[in-house]
């Protein structure tokens, strides 16, 4: 993220920051060395996604960057659609959309970085110089810190950097007792009141995950301080940490560096064991330099989550020309590794989502950055439909294989709603056992999208209600287990609780469909789930969307309004 720039502003686009981040990985990854030759992609790519940010080919999986001009750099493998020798690839966009691809920022080329240049994060110095932080691999397999610089501020692109020679600047030893195969990940620096800058670095120890934090003047030596920023036993290894500020009560974002009562801090970090990533909302205690989260906080992904599908190793940035922060994810693949061989590519970014922090304070709301809709065309809407009980409806004239839908519900007899058994505690597996062909009073009612004809195929996404103790539950699942006819993907079935209040706010989805990624935001952004998906029949012409109603109660449908999405130009 970013603190914004100056002189360089002037120049070609104004510019702004970015902040990256990405990606995992431990010694124990298994690298397929023997997959690693560079073939021809196929021609027909029914799963190649056309608005959805990907590299031409190989294995996609970091974040971005961005400066008045939007950078991303990304985790990539230049030769195969499998994990391994990584570098940061590069691209560049204007409105986060359309991307122009460059050659890699950075690749293996000095002691310290060797066996690899894995994730990182950027800084934007005051005065307005953008450097990289990232983690290098070095000859005795250590995951130490490099640093490196733009090697032409003039050149609006920032295509060549350098490194600093006295790289690491920071690294495992015995005196700071860091697990040279546990030390990745360094998030973009902050300044404090003091003018020191700040840096945590993803760790662990034992089963506590860590936030090493470092401080620095003059960004070239740091220290390691005493204590990290923030821990979590049972958690264990802490990867791509992402620390920042988001305002109380203002749709505006804020530098990374902003402190004070008029901003919450927020925590994220990827957790290695179960590739989820969850976030905590707290205060940060700069006198002690420590982060506090709010009580009841959850620090598990039994907790706050940016996606409760697929998305990994994300990182935000502060967009200082729009001002606001961005969250940028990275979406895997479902298929097989021999599946993402024949394809010849695996992994997505997400859209780009705006981060803001819910009125309540209690948690994120995310929404795709308005950006993407200049991509929408041919709208389609209806308002006021009844969707009876045990119906589907065909929405026409949308491209579905590539589309972004939004649909409202009007829901009567709320007191009709299924009885929230007190033990149905974990959504993910409610949704798992009451998929969309299981019926009750007010539910399953939603979308499905990526369908064939005849309902052979489908991806439902949709929503279900229960009578709680004292208030309405609802339930947002999105259920693949009837999305491809294949049988080797994973088709697990997402969900969790949905925290609107069905009394005074109307009940929303939106989902971005582009190919094999269903990206969904319930709740106008409370809750999102990000799956991927293979269908055999649901490709091209023969794919369908579909509003349905499963439960037994009628639905109203409030507002339905449809887009066939344009492509994108993407490298
Ligand atoms: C720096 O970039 C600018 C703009 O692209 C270019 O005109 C100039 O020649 C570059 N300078 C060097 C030393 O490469
Ligand atoms: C360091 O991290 C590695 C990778 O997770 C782990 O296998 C090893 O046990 C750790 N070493 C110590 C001393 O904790
Ligand atoms: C990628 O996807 C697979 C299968 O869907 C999953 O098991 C794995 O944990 C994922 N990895 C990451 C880093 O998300
Ligand atoms: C419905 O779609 C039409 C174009 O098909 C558009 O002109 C109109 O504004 C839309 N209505 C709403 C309520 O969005
Ligand atoms: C609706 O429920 C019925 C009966 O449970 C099931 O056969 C059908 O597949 C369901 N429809 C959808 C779209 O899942």
Redesign the pocket.
Known sequence: MAISSSSWALLFFLAILLSHGVFKL???HNVYTNLQVSESVPAEQPYRTSYHFQPPKNWINGPMIYKGLYHLFYQYNLKGAVWGNIVWAHSTSTDLVNWTPHDPAIYPSQPSDINGCWSGSTTILPNGKPVIFYTGIDPQNRQVQNLAMPKNLSDPFLREWVKLTKNPLMAPAQTNRI????FRDPTTAWRGPDNRWRIIIGS???RRGLAILYRSRDFLNWVKAQHPLHSAKGNG?WECPDFFPVAVDSPIGVDTSVIGNKVKHVLKVSLDDTKHEYYTIGTYAIKKDKYIPDEGSVESDAGLRYDYGKFYASKTFFDSVKRRRILWGWINESSSVNDDINKGWAGVQAIPRTLLLDKSGKQLIQWPVPEIEKLRINQVNFSNKLLKGGSVLKVPKVTATQADVEISFKISGLEKAEVLDPTWTNPQILCSQKGASVKSSLGPFGLLVLASNGLKEYTAVFFRIFKGHNKYVVLLCSDQSRSSLKQDNDKTTYGVFLNVDLVHETLSLRSLIDHSIVESFGGKGKACITARVYPTLAIGDGAYLFAFNNGTQDVEIANLNAWSMKKAKIN
């Open positions: 431990e010694a124990s697990n040279s195969s546990s662990k120890r034992d290894m």
